[in-house]
């Protein structure tokens, strides 16, 4: 290392103040890496997203994917045979993630799990001293979120969270603008995740695959049954492993969103939110259900103390409806200001025709969070982290405090509409948005159906709980099944 000492480098992870990881505290740290020094990745989760982590390591010439973790060991092969051809080594396969762990000269763990071992994984590799990159959202739900930070905080280590936007520079030109107060103050943030989410069927319970653990792939979720809307993707609308869709695709847009109301008010949390909408896909023989739990079509509304996050959940798009539109998907932010509106990369001054060019200071970014995280791991720059363990948990928190809301709420007749809607024209807009396409799309006649209107929740972001309200505490947490437990001491 040239000299330096595990005090110096130290003292370089506590600049990470401003990035969100305080890391002065650090009782332990595995391995100090030199600048040169090849890393050594193992990648969780090698299905889907983890196809890209993989690549990505790959064509790095300063790591190494030395493991291959999944509870499904039908994967193994044709990943390894990827590996080997490109690097001439093979990585050693796993099924448990403990084993990868144990093995001191590992360095990072890159996770593209479930979402429901998302923080496990991450609190576990901190506490083991390793680098962690881990797929959004950084957690389940809020409690696990704030331990991943103290342990990031306490073990030294860098945790890299994968909203890629933030490897962007034209959305930090954007957040910059919004920033800046030149184009006006800031009024609401509103993101949109709209991609296709049609039925998932109905899968019966069966055994599963002798090839898939099960159990592990379960995790620190409840015993159940196996059936095939669990493994693999259709997790993501079952509350017990994933966060539906404001927690799959919506938390690019949210970490958006937050990110610019950060960016102008410094305000890190809401203090009211409400959410509303239901799950209704192409199932009319019954009652347009499916399997899954989660909403599809889903608009939920922050407070931070007069700054409005609205988010838009359109799930029924991309194909052809009863009445014979295609209903197009979006995904996108866009910045609300007293002057008018910020959007790909453009401010829309109100009354005018013509948009004008963001003329603001910003940091330029590599566009690849990967290397990144690489990067600050073997410069010793936890500072310069895109996407640090901090920001990842806040923005991850909402679309836990969201669902929360839903989850807590009740049903009512479908051409309800609540207070919330009168509180912008843009967050009636949203909901008359959902309502047209729901109409459009499957036929419904909205009087003669329900939908779920979300508790109506006040919230104390510094102290990360519901304000009068136990029921919702409870559902911060989460009873977490031996020995797959994120525990309160870090």
């Known amino acids: 290392m040239g000299g330096r000492t595990r005090r110096n480098f130290l003292g370089t992870l506590s600049a990470g103040i401003g990035s969100g990881l305080f890391l002065g505290t650090a009782k332990s740290y595995a391995r100090i890496l030199g600048a040169n020094e090849r890393i050594k990745v193992a990648v969780a989760g090698i299905r889907g997203r983890g ?90 739900n809020v409690f696990e979120g704030r331990q991943c930070v103290r342990a990031a905080q306490k073990y030294a280590t860098l945790v890299q969270h994968g909203t890629q ?154 194909r052809k409806g009863v009445d014979g539109k295609v209903y197009p998907q979006k995904v996108d932010n866009e910045f609300l200001t007293d002057e008018g509106v910020i959007r790909d990369g453009k401010f829309y001054p109100k009354g005018k025709n013509e948009p004008v060019e963001l003329d603001v200071d910003f940091e330029k970014r590599s566009g690849d969070p990967f290397a990144n995280l690489i990067e600050c791991i073997q410069k010793q720059n936890p500072a310069g982290l895109y996407a640090d363990i901090l920001e990842a948990h806040l923005s991850s928190a909402l679309c836990h405090l969201g669902n929360i809301s839903w989850r807590l709420g009740q049903q009512v007749g479908g051409t309800t509409r609540p207070e919330v809607l009168e509180w912008h024209p843009e967050i009636a807009k949203s909901w008359d948005t959902i309502t047209t396409t729901l109409q459009g799309t499957l036929g419904v006649n909205l009087e003669k159906i329900s939908y779920q209107l979300g508790a109506d929740l006040r919230y104390d972001p510094a102290a990360e709980k519901f304000i009068g309200n136990p029921e919702a505490d409870k559902l911060l947490t ?12 870090v």
């Open 51 to 140: 196809q890209a982590h993989i690549d990505a390591f790959l064509k790095m010439e300063n790591a190494d994917v030395t493991y291959l973790v999944d509870p499904d060991s039908r994967l193994f092969a044709p990943n390894v045979e990827r590996v080997a051809k490109r690097r001439g080594a093979s990585p050693k396969c796993v099924q448990d993630i403990r084993e990868a762990l144990a093995d001191g000269d590992l360095d990072v763990i890159s996770i593209a799990t479930c979402n429901h071992w998302h923080a496990l994984m991450t609190f576990w590799a901190c506490q083991k001293g390793k680098h962690v990159y881990v797929e959004k959202p950084c957690s389940h």
């Open 165 to 318: 936007s933030r490897a962007s520079s034209s959305w930090v030109r954007q957040i910059a603008a919004v920033a800046s107060g030149k184009y006006g103050k800031l009024v609401m943030a509103k993101a949109y995740a709209s991609k296709p989410r049609w039925t998932i069927g109905y899968k019966p319970v069966k055994e599963p695959p002798p090839e898939l653990n099960f159990d592990l792939w379960l995790g620190p979720a409840p015993k159940q049954p196996y059936h095939e809307n669990l493994v693999h993707y259709n997790w993501h609308w079952f509350w017990d492993a994933g966060n539906g869709e404001i927690g799959n695709q919506g938390v690019h847009q949210m970490d958006l969103a937050r990110w610019a109301i950060m960016a102008a008010t410094g305000k890190t949390g809401p203090n009211r939110v409400i959410s509303l909408g239901d799950r209704w896909v192409d199932e009319p023989e019954h009652n347009f259900k499916d399997q899954g739990q989660t909403p599809n079509m889903h608009l939920t509304v922050f407070d931070f103390d007069g700054v409005l996050l609205v988010f838009e959940i359109v799930g029924l798009v991309g």
């Open 478 to 489: 989460r009873d977490y099944r031996e020995p797959y437990v994120v525990t309160e001491q």
